[in-house]
């Protein structure tokens, strides 16, 4: 059974910085993409960043040059470092994986908060 555990959330100030971390285990198959998505109030969930096994990263517009993503491959573990937070990046955040075959999974999430 494939468990994704991230880290906790948390309340930061606008303009403030956060770290999650994600560990993945049971994936019968290995793990081509490890990523975050996020879903804000009232709001669809988006794709936030993303990283594939050989450490190409991938990005939504709106954090690029803010947020980094990194992935320990032998832990199976990805970070989103994230920088200069904005109050409407208020979400949960979920942690993805895509193994292969295509089979992808997500964590329970984790709430950011940011305060204006």
């Known amino acids: 059974q494939v468990q994704l555990v991230e880290s906790e959330g948390g309340l930061v100030q606008a303009g403030g910085s956060l770290r999650l971390s994600c560990a993945a285990s049971g994936s019968r198959f290995p793990i081509n993409v490890m990523g975050w998505d996020r879903q804000a109030p009232g709001k669809e969930r988006e794709l936030v960043a993303s990283?594939?096994?050989?450490?190409?990263?991938n990005y939504a517009d709106s954090v690029k040059g803010r947020f980094t993503i990194a992935r320990d491959g032998a832990k199976n573990t990805v970070y989103l470092q994230m920088n200069s937070l904005t109050p409407e990046e208020t979400a949960v955040y979920y942690c993805q994986i895509t193994a292969d075959y295509g089979m992808k999974y997500w964590g329970r999430g984790t709430l950011v908060t940011v305060s204006s």
């Open positions: 990283i594939i096994r050989g450490g190409s990263a």
